[in-house]
């Protein structure tokens, strides 16, 4: 199973439609409709919009039973546009998903073969330490893939937020940025220059979204870069989202789901992996509603 961990919560889009989105939910409900085994571990709560999140994953067959549920509120996120590009506004102070500690956190059983971390649960505490220590609890016996889709507005404390991705980018097997994630970052220049240092901190795989223009992959011994599939752009909300979706359920017909596979891949498995996760990516712009996209 791919285990996703981090925000689920409840997405307010432009048009005032509420739907059940955060990065983990997204990425476990297109995991699950990829065909992969998929669960989701986040706090969730009691109310409404907890009870939205929980049927949207039942009806997908995303296992929660790891979700520690409380009477805390759903985190909320108030999506807007400029220029085409999402901008969030979240409520998240005090809510089930922001309250998660690392005693909150069950026992991983031995079906987790994966782990996918990231998101504004890594924002600010509790949670952020939660799923830190548990990247690093487990690092070591599963694979993992980190994207800190990051949200300026989320983050609590600019340099502990830093510190804290510097820890677990040593520690990932994966790390996924955009390019507006990178420049945040690492500040102006070379973006390609920039994502391949990373991984002389410990990853074994990098990949560099750049939304129109495709997607570029790092490993130790290959650089490759792709062109985003042309679809009818909707709603690019959740498109990163959908490429790791896209990139673990690759690696995972591909049989690369440790650390040496993915390290060592060769080309030809490296351009087959990042051809589906672009396509997932590209397609699910093409749909309203990130976890309605269909795979």
């Known amino acids: 199973m791919i285990l996703c961990c981090g925000d689920a919560?409840?997405?307010?889009?432009?048009?005032?439609?509420?739907?059940?989105?955060?990065?983990?939910?997204?990425?476990?409900?297109?995991?699950?409709?990829?065909?992969?085994?998929?669960?989701?571990?986040a706090g969730l709560s009691h109310d409404s919009g907890g009870q939205r999140l929980c049927k949207g994953l039942?009806?997908?067959?995303?296992?929660?039973?790891?979700?520690?549920?409380?009477?805390?509120?759903?985190?909320?996120?108030?999506v807007t546009l400029e220029n085409g590009t999402p901008r969030y506004r979240f409520e998240d102070t005090g809510s089930?998903?922001?309250?998660?500690?690392?005693?909150?956190?069950?026992?991983?059983?031995?079906?987790?073969?994966a782990l996918v971390l990231g998101g504004i649960s890594l924002t600010g505490d509790p949670s952020a330490t939660a799923f830190e220590t548990l990247m690093a609890q487990e690092t070591s016996a599963r694979i993992t893939l980190l994207d800190p889709n990051i949200r300026p507005a989320a983050i609590e404390d600019e340099q502990a937020f830093r510190d804290r991705l510097?820890?677990?980018?040593?520690?990932?097997?994966?790390?996924?940025?955009?390019?507006?994630?990178?420049?945040?970052?690492?500040?102006?220049?070379?973006?390609?220059?920039?994502?391949?240092?990373?991984?002389?901190?410990?990853?074994?795989?990098?990949?560099?979204?750049?939304?129109?223009?495709g997607a570029v992959?790092?490993?130790?011994?290959?650089?490759l870069a792709l062109p985003a599939t042309k679809v009818a752009?909707?709603?690019?909300?959740?498109?990163?989202?959908?490429?790791?979706?896209?990139?673990?359920?690759?690696?995972a017909q591909h049989g690369k789901m440790n650390r040496l596979s993915v390290s060592t891949m060769t080309p030809e498995t490296l351009h087959a992996v990042m051809e589906t996760a672009i396509r997932i990516a590209s397609e699910s712009i093409a749909h309203k509603g990130a976890s309605r996209k269909p795979a």
């Open 96 to 113: 089930a998903g922001r309250q998660l500690t690392f005693d909150d956190l069950p026992p991983l059983p031995d079906s987790v073969e």
């Open 233 to 251: 752009e909707t709603d690019t909300v959740g498109a990163g989202d959908s490429f790791n979706a896209g990139l673990m359920a690759a690696l």
């Open 58 to 78: 039942k009806d997908a067959g995303v296992s929660f039973d790891l979700c520690p549920l409380s009477d805390s509120p759903s985190p909320r996120a108030l």
């Open 217 to 223: 992959a790092f490993t130790h011994g290959t650089r």
């Open 9 to 41: 919560l409840i997405d307010i889009l432009p048009d005032g439609i509420e739907r059940p989105g955060g990065a983990a939910y997204n990425t476990a409900i297109l995991l699950a409709r990829l065909g992969q085994r998929a669960g989701l571990l």
């Open 166 to 213: 510097d820890r677990m980018i040593a520690l990932a097997d994966i790390v996924k940025l955009s390019a507006e994630d990178l420049s945040w970052l690492e500040g102006p220049g070379n973006a390609e220059e920039k994502a391949h240092g990373f991984l002389a901190h410990g990853p074994g795989l990098v990949c560099l979204t750049l939304g129109a223009e």
